[in-house]
């Protein structure tokens, strides 16, 4: 792998492992691809623990610190992907919400929407 010629242009981790895949040295050389995968995956799993945590700590108030852990980790997802809950709609939620189980309330019915003509 020192004399190949292939590996003198590899500048990066990135362009190490691609190297490495197109020639099939993962192969032979296991522990150094292995290696090198955890040193790229690292940055970003290190972001996403640190978000996370960051997360759990605006939650889990004084109040909040004898709830289970179930009802902890659906409060977490809710608030890491804020982004994606906010696309979803209220009466969708109370939809889904319903058709779960029956419940001795029912969602109340749709509004009429009665338009004035306006002369």
């Known amino acids: 792998m020192k004399r190949s010629t292939g590996f003198l242009a590899c500048d990066s981790l990135s362009s190490l492992a691609l190297k490495l895949v197109q020639s099939r040295q ?56 804020r982004e994606i809950f906010a696309e979803i709609s209220d009466k969708e939620i109370m939809v889904h919400f319903h058709a779960l189980k029956n419940r001795r309330g029912h969602l109340p019915p749709e509004p009429r929407v009665h338009y004035a003509i306006m002369s």
């Open 26 to 81: 993962h192969l032979v050389f296991p522990l150094v691809y292995r290696l090198i995968r955890l040193a790229l995956t690292l940055p970003v799993a290190t972001a996403s623990v640190e978000r996370v945590f960051s997360a759990m700590n605006i939650i889990k108030t004084d109040l909040r610190n004898k709830m289970g852990d179930d009802w902890l980790n659906d409060l977490m997802v809710c608030f890491v992907e």
